[in-house]
């Protein structure tokens, strides 16, 4: 199932924190962030291929890896300036 909350808890089983410091510490990431490594979200990506609706939920979320991700499944076309 690919619904908002099943695509967290997944991330969060992806986490590391070592990747979670480095992400914070180094490249500005902001917490909550999981500290998911951009190879490990591809089993999710490929899964999820594109979905804008799931996207612009991840995007509601305040975990970083979760708003990076939705900028990976998100659908361009679909995008508004509305969007965040």
Avoid: Q, W
Wanted: aromatic share 4%.
């Amino acid at each position: 199932m690919n619904s908002t909350e099943a695509i967290l808890e997944e991330l969060e089983l992806l986490g590391k924190p070592s990747i979670r410091n480095m992400l914070v510490n180094n490249h500005g990431f902001l917490k909550p962030c999981f500290g998911v490594k951009i190879s490990d979200m591809k089993s999710i990506i490929r899964r999820v291929n594109v979905d804008h609706g799931l996207a612009l939920n991840l995007c509601d979320t305040v975990n970083c890896g979760a708003k990076y991700l939705a900028g990976l499944i998100l659908d361009d076309v679909k995008m508004t300036m509305r969007d965040p």
